[in-house]
């Protein structure tokens, strides 16, 4: 074979041992799971929550998260049961904090990323270019482009304003049934710790690998759904 | 639900445009290497179809990076991408092979067109002609370089969009392969047509080579469509309901059989088949057929990319 054929040859298959060189490397990175010393995970309640949004409202306000946007919606469904016994079901939909989070990944610029320290995932907003990819990556569809800031945008855990005050996130403190508890996993006295110990608690989609940090405690009674 | 509008949709038609163009230059480059190392040499300037190649490749890589940059929300912060890269992100990465293969694009095109280019600079400005004759004795390392960079765009478009967990049609390994070989066909249709524009002959050794590619090509890009739907039926679960959703009688669907599968690559297959048989390549032919396997391509990126986001996990 002459020079010329031989070099394109080679150029191609140097670009497909480069390509599984690339894809396997960050398959392990994906992998990890970090070690902070703190590690903040949120619990919802579903049989204490009575739907009245205390929580979405506060997080709004204290978060200043502009209209039509919502970092935290408490989802209804139902009515189950029959008339006058009947009842709704509320669950909490805001960002899962995954320990192996999708929009960490494929964030172009960093702007996407966890605190080493908490293990909080957040988004620092002037890094951010508004690709949009983490918003279509994010497998639970929370993420969302703040029409004032223009970047990416979804709950912190109140990272940037009630945590650094050294209070509890603004959905905690304002929800009037107490459905929500807020605390480090790593701390065996923590109160979330002792609430995920004591009750049988669930996870949204974890087959996607995400360990998400937000776990959920179901409703007693539902309807039949196969 | 309508077919450009529905929950969870994400990227819009820019991105599958983006897309497009991105694989449409990978493709071109690596057909016009393939024309000047195979069967042209040092000839290849004089060559319609290489010019053709070395005009589309820089306007459609700029184009898409164009409406990429435009698409952002905060498009004046594009520098940001540049500056802060993450090595766990497929878009950053590929912004990185992106612009290496623009600059291995110019100096690939600067040396094709040499000769005319030291004409030209001869009496006017010779100092050029040292700098061409030091690209040229690199010309190997540059060759090489080009044609991996052109494959890695092409595949990259595909990576990009199986990144995507919440998706599960997008999160499929057959993606990048699919789109890289269809970015390979656009890439060589766009040359085929741009040549024959461009006053090339028709019946021409480059088009004789390339219909030589293409017919293979064609067939293993079936293979791979077949093999992605077939992987996500076998998935089961919502990967299943997802082929349903996007293969069904919904606008997709219509896309998808008669746009992709009969005009995009069925056409261009027989009519390949034909003129390789009869041998008889005529300008309306070889256009005909490049024209049709470039429609294919566009909507097979629309198509992937909103069939794909209809079913969520
Ligand atoms: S729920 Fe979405 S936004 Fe939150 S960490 Fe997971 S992937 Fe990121
Ligand atoms: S929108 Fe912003 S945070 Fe999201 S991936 Fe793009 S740059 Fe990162
Ligand atoms: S933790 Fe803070 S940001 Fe997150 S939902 Fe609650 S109030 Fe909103």
Redesign the interface.
């Known amino acids: 074979m002459d020079k010329s054929k031989r070099q394109f040859l080679q150029g191609s298959g140097a670009m497909i041992a480069g390509i599984s060189l690339y894809v396997l490397t960050n398959g392990e990175v994906a992998g990890e799971q970090q070690k902070s010393a703190v590690k903040y995970a949120m619990l919802h309640d579903e049989n204490k929550c009575i739907g009245c949004n205390a929580c979405a409202d506060n997080c709004r306000k204290v978060n200043q998260v502009p209209e039509g946007v919502a970092r935290l919606e408490i989802i209804r469904t139902g009515p189950f049961g029959e008339y006058p016994n009947q009842y709704y079901h509320f669950t909490r939909k805001s960002c899962e904090q995954c320990e192996d989070s999708p929009c960490v990944h494929v964030c172009p610029t960093g702007a996407a990323f966890k605190d080493e320290n908490t293990g909080i995932v957040s988004v620092n907003s002037w890094k951010c270019v508004g690709c949009q990819y983490c918003i279509a990556a994010c497998p639970y569809h929370i993420r969302f482009i703040n029409p004032v800031t223009k970047a990416a945008d979804k709950c912190d855990f109140c990272r940037e304003t009630q945590l650094k005050q050294g209070k509890q996130p603004a959905c905690v403190e304002a929800c009037p049934t107490k459905a929500l508890v807020f605390g480090d996993l790593n701390d065996p006295n923590s109160e979330i710790v002792k609430a995920l110990e004591e009750n049988p608690v669930y996870r949204n989609k974890r087959d996607l690998g995400t360990h998400p940090k937000l776990f959920r405690i179901q409703a007693k009674q539902g309807g039949i759904n196969v | 639900m309508s077919p450009f509008h529905f929950e969870?949709l994400?990227?819009h038609w820019p991105i599958a445009f983006y897309l497009f163009f991105a694989g449409v230059s990978g493709g071109a480059m690596f057909f016009a290497?393939?024309l000047?190392?195979?069967i042209l040499?040092g000839d290849a300037y004089k060559s319609g179809f290489v010019q053709a190649a070395c005009i589309v490749a820089p306007i459609t890589v700029m184009a898409g990076l164009g409406i990429?940059v435009t698409?952002?929300?905060?498009p004046l912060?594009?520098w940001?991408?540049m500056?802060?890269?993450?090595?766990?992100?497929?878009?950053?990465?590929g912004?990185i092979i992106l612009c290496i293969y623009m600059v291995f694009m110019f100096l690939w095109i600067a040396l094709v067109f040499r000769p005319v280019i030291d004409e030209w600079c001869r009496t006017r400005f010779p100092w050029v002609l040292k700098l061409s004759a030091f690209l040229s004795s690199s010309e190997?390392t540059i060759?090489?370089?080009?044609?991996?960079l052109a494959?890695?765009l092409g595949?990259y478009t595909g990576?990009l969009l199986s990144?995507?967990?919440?998706?599960p049609m997008l999160k499929n390994p057959v993606l990048?392969i699919l789109f890289l070989l269809s970015a390979l066909s656009s890439g060589a249709a766009a040359s085929l047509l741009g040549g024959v524009l461009m006053k090339g002959n028709p019946d021409g050794r480059e088009v004789h080579l390339i219909h030589k590619i293409e017919i293979p090509l064609i067939l293993v890009e079936m293979v791979a469509i077949f093999t992605f739907f077939l992987g996500l039926v076998l998935t089961g679960g919502q990967a299943k309901v997802a082929a349903a959703n996007a293969l069904g009688f919904g606008f997709w669907g219509v896309v998808f059989w008669v746009g992709i599968l009969l005009v995009g690559l069925s056409v261009p297959l027989a009519m390949n088949l034909f003129m390789t048989a009869t041998a008889k390549r005529r300008f309306a032919y070889v256009a005909g057929t490049a024209t049709c396997s470039l429609i294919g391509v566009i909507l097979l990126r629309h198509f992937i990319l909103y069939a794909g986001?209809m079913t969520?996990?």
């Open positions: 969870h994400v990227w290497v393939l000047k190392n195979f040499r990429l698409d952002l929300t905060k912060h594009f940001k991408i500056v802060f890269y993450n090595l766990t992100s497929v878009m950053s990465v912004v190997a060759t090489g370089l080009l044609v991996i494959l890695a595949a990576f990144a995507l967990p919440g998706y990048p986001q969520i996990a």
